[in-house]
């Protein structure tokens, strides 16, 4: 169950906001993926799900993303970032750690 105080918290159980983030946490290794990935995901653990929305469509678009790509990667972000937001920091670092 989410544990979140006074913060609102989504419906979706933690399985559901993993699966949904997938797109974003499976970004190729190379070096510019790789960075660009990360950046992401601080992003997503700096901002709430609809701030990080729009941040990370915008970012993906100046970064060369094409608007289905930036769209698909800013949801990833979005839901990445519900599951800091509703499940905590531990679940969002077992998320997001490198492999």
């Known amino acids: 169950m989410p544990n979140a105080g006074n913060k609102t918290v989504s419906s979706h159980s933690l399985d559901e906001l993993k699966g949904w983030s997938r797109p974003l946490l499976q970004l190729d290794e190379e070096e510019f993926y790789a960075k660009i990935k990360k950046r992401f995901i601080n ?37 990445l970032s519900m599951v800091l937001r509703d499940y905590g920091q531990s679940e969002f670092d077992k998320l997001t750690k490198e492999k």
Request: net charge positive; hydrophobic share 45%; no cysteine.
């Open 43 to 79: 992003i997503a653990g700096a901002f709430s799900p609809s701030a990080t929305i729009k941040i990370v469509k915008d970012l993906a678009v100046s970064r060369g993303f094409g608007p289905r790509e930036s769209d698909r990667l800013a949801s990833a972000a979005r839901w």
